[in-house]
T-cell receptor, first 111, second 114 residues
Framework: QKEVEQNSGPLSVPEGAIASLNCTYSDRGSQSFFWYRQYSGKSPELIMFIYSNGDKEDGRFTAQLNKASQYVSLLIRDSQPSDSATYLCAVEGRSGYALNFGKGTSLLVTP | ETGVTQSPTHLIKTRGQQVTLRCSSQSGHNTVSWYQQALGQGPQFIFQYYREEENGRGNFPPRFSGLQFPNYSSELNVNALELDDSALYLC?????????????FGSGTRLTVV
């Protein structure tokens, strides 16, 4: 079992809709969770991080964490074509300093 | 405030050769991590340096080695290159050890081994 799992997609949503990206992780002891956005050929860019159960909102983005279910999600409201990218879920590894990344979910927002 | 810079941006090497990739960390960041991202995959942790010492290592063979300098810049060296080493190599800096400090990624070096 991979440590961090994401549906590779592509996930296609119309402009203005809510995009929902999901991630599960295997290490119950993980404490820190991150969402990165990566445009094709570019490096990952941090969007959100979350440490506590519940929701965390930042502009159009909401991260949701459920440690009991070992599940973290990212909601993007009012999706724009510029949101089209690969979204990487990253979870703190057992070491406490390395990030374990999922393969990423490709999001396509259609005009 | 400058970001994380990596050089070169692209590189083509022949199997069996050696390569050195360079990274200048963001101002004020004393911790540098290196990740390898193969096509269609998420980044994989190679190792981390903190104040010039290797702080931890992922599941990579010894032919992957690194250095961190007093100014906190860093090098990744790969010996005896293999075709599977073709990937995007990402350097990430942070204020200190621990993922909760957050990582700032550089733009990466695209290595192609032929």
């Amino acid at each position: 079992q991979k440590e961090v799992e994401q549906n590779s997609g592509p996930l296609s949503v119309p402009e203005g809709a809510i995009a929902s990206l999901n991630c599960t992780y295997s290490d119950r002891g993980s404490q820190s969770f991150f969402w990165y956005r990566q445009y094709s050929g570019k490096s990952p860019e941090l969007i959100m991080f979350i440490y506590s159960n519940g929701d965390k909102e930042d502009g159009r983005f909401t991260a949701q964490l459920n440690k009991a279910s070992q599940y973290v999600s990212l909601l993007i409201r009012d999706s724009q074509p510029s949101d089209s990218a690969t979204y990487l879920c990253a979870v703190e590894g057992r070491s406490g300093y390395a990030l374990n990344f999922g393969k990423g979910t490709s999001l396509l927002v259609t005009p | 405030e400058t970001g994380v810079t990596q050089s070169p941006t692209h590189l083509i090497k022949t199997r069996g050769q050696q390569v050195t990739l360079r990274c200048s960390s963001q101002s004020g960041h004393n911790t540098v991590s290196w990740y390898q991202q193969a096509l269609g995959q998420g980044p994989q942790f190679i190792f981390q340096y903190y104040r010039e010492e290797e702080n931890g290592r992922g599941n990579f063979p010894p032919r992957f080695s690194g250095l961190q300098f007093p100014n906190y810049s860093s090098e990744l060296n790969v010996n005896a290159l293999e075709l599977d080493d073709s990937a995007l190599y990402l350097c990430a800096s942070s204020l200190a050890i621990g993922t909760n400090y957050g990582y700032t990624f550089g733009s990466g070096t695209r290595l192609t081994v032929v």
